[in-house]
């Protein structure tokens, strides 16, 4: 069973940083690329980030570049979100999501496999 399985998140302050995971089983990780997308509540879900499969290219929605770094380790079967500098504004369910290629952000729905979800939260 193809499976996307997410890890990391939690309750940060404003300024503070965290690492979320995403973990393939079932399929192997270096055909594929991988997107980051968010959902806040009452909000649209927002394209974040996304890597090539051959970690060739990356890229990053504007409101989070220069915070956020994507990254991937096929050996683990693994991508990374690092997140720095997290604000309020970032706080919302983190999702990653898998395909043969980076799709726009609105074509969101063009992904076939799909993380559990994790919780990010930026408070004081």
């Known amino acids: 069973q193809l499976q996307l399985v997410q890890s990391g998140g939690g309750l940060v302050q404003p300024g503070g940083s965290l690492t979320l995971s995403c973990t393939t089983t079932g399929f192997t990780l270096k055909s594929y690329a991988i997107a980051w997308f968010r959902q806040a509540p009452g909000k649209e879900r927002e394209g974040v980030s996304c890597?090539?499969?051959?970690?060739?290219?990356?890229d990053y929605a504007d409101s989070v570049k220069g915070r956020f770094t994507i990254s991937r380790d096929n050996t683990k079967n693994t991508v990374y979100l690092q997140m720095n500098d997290l604000q309020p504004g970032d706080t919302a369910v983190y999702y990653c999501?898998?395909?043969?290629?980076?799709?726009?952000?609105?074509?969101?729905?063009?992904?076939?496999?799909w993380g559990q979800g994790t919780q990010v939260t930026v408070s004081s």
């Open positions: 999501a898998a395909d043969l290629a980076c799709f726009d952000y609105h074509e969101s729905d063009l992904y076939d496999y």
């Open positions: 890597i090539s499969h051959e970690n060739k290219e990356s």
